[in-house]
């Protein structure tokens, strides 16, 4: 199998050979790269174009690694035990499969996403080592194991919020997803608004470069903000010459609230138009 992407999805040269790599050495993908650079969806478009199912299992900062093999209902089984319950008797009952477990008893090879694994502890990828490296855990209820009947694709993404440690991040193949060039960038537009005027992406993505090259901004601008974007230039119809012919030193951009996202970079921007300002008079 190799990942070639798909219609909805421009994957780099280098973005397809990591997939590729990653299958051949049964290891873990692990992604990082800015917010917005399609992450998450590179798990949903390998699936898709390699005729796979998707588990995908959203880490929070409350999640633990034992909640991705399973967990024991306790609780539910002393409460059906005092109201007499046959259910008590198969305690297979008050065990609930995690998503690497269903992954693990899937009947054919899938792909399974760990998305965002560094929101949780920094203990969660270290209780994770044995059994994505073998495949395999133990359930103390039944003193069953249960192993892997097919090695599922397991792709992770990151966005650096902590530093994964180094045993975890020996088991993996590591890929970066660099913020896309100008060209990428244009096929990305292409597939998402096939039909889009030309001038309008050209002008768009001046001011989208331009943006992003502001020193100092908290949270530069993302491919998927820029998409958000063009749809809503798209949807009030803005014409092209309020982007071509904008005066810099007079505004931020139109309907600037699919770019920034917080007031920090909102205030630095108007204060860079009003500095503008004062050296043009």
């Avoid at 270290?126 to 090695?151: Q, S």
């Avoid at 530093?163 to 975890?168: G, I, Q, R, S």
């Avoid at 982007?243 to 007031?263: F, Q, S």
């Amino acid at each position: 199998m190799a990942f070639k992407g798909t219609d909805q999805y421009v994957a780099t040269d280098d973005l397809r050979m990591a997939v590729d790599a990653a299958v051949t050495l049964q290891r873990p993908l692990l992604v990082k790269g800015e917010p917005g650079t399609g992450k998450t969806m590179l798990a949903e478009q390998v699936a898709q174009s390699l005729g796979l199912k998707l588990i995908q299992w959203h880490i929070k900062s409350t999640t633990k690694a034992q909640q991705g093999l399973y967990e024991y209902d306790a609780v539910s089984r002393l409460r059906d035990s005092q109201l007499g319950d046959d259910r008590v008797h198969d305690i297979k009952n008050y065990i609930k499969k995690g998503k690497l477990w269903e992954a693990f008893d899937a009947d054919e090879q899938l792909v399974l996403l760990i998305d965002e694994i560094d929101k949780a502890d920094i203990e969660f990828p270290n209780d994770l080592l044995v059994e994505i490296d073998k495949m395999e855990f133990f359930v103390y209820e039944t003193g069953e194991t249960i192993k892997a009947k097919h090695r599922p694709i397991v792709i992770i993404t990151s966005n650096n919020e902590k530093e994964l440690p180094d045993a975890f991040l020996r088991r993996c193949f590591f890929h970066y997803i660099t913020f896309p060039d100008r060209e990428t960038m244009q096929k990305i537009i292409d597939v998402h608004f096939p039909n889009i005027k030309q001038e309008l992406v050209k002008d768009a993505m001046d001011i989208f470069f331009d943006v992003r090259k502001v020193p100092g901004l908290k949270k530069k601008p993302s491919t998927s903000e820029l998409v958000d974007w063009l749809k809503l230039l798209l949807a009030d119809d803005i014409p092209d010459e309020i982007l071509k012919n904008r005066d810099t030193t007079k505004a931020i951009p139109p309907l600037y609230g699919a770019l920034l996202k917080n007031e920090q970079d909102v205030h630095m921007l108007e204060r860079l138009a009003f500095m503008s300002r004062r050296e043009n008079r």
